[in-house]
């Protein structure tokens, strides 16, 4: 399972991202904008976010990226 797909699965069991920001005491456009790639996670919110809940691993988590954007032709 890749950083992506262990990251979907997360929310998925926890109520999605509303579920996953007010599990994780993370502001919910932060936890939106990982689920839409927006945006990655960096070692700092991989730490916050494993401290709220011990089953994630920040290792894995750090390798969440942001999805690249198609540029407009």
Do not use: F, H, Q
């Given at each position: 399972?890749?950083?992506r797909a262990y990251w979907n699965s997360y929310?998925?069991?926890?109520?999605?991202?509303?579920?996953?920001?007010?599990?994780?005491?993370?502001?919910?456009?932060?936890?939106?904008?990982?689920?839409?790639?927006?945006?990655?996670?960096?070692?700092?919110?991989?730490?916050?976010?494993?401290?709220?809940?011990?089953?994630?691993?920040?290792?894995?988590?750090?390798w969440v990226e942001a999805t690249p954007k198609?540029?407009?032709?």
């Amino acid at each position: 399972m890749d950083a992506r797909a262990y990251w979907n699965s997360y929310v998925e069991r926890n109520d999605g991202p509303t579920g996953v920001a007010a599990r994780l005491g993370i502001p919910y456009p932060t936890i939106a904008a990982v689920c839409n790639g927006s945006r990655g996670i960096g070692r700092s919110l991989a730490s916050r976010m494993a401290e709220r809940d011990p089953m994630l691993d920040p290792r894995v988590l750090v390798w969440v990226e942001a999805t690249p954007k198609n540029k407009a032709a």
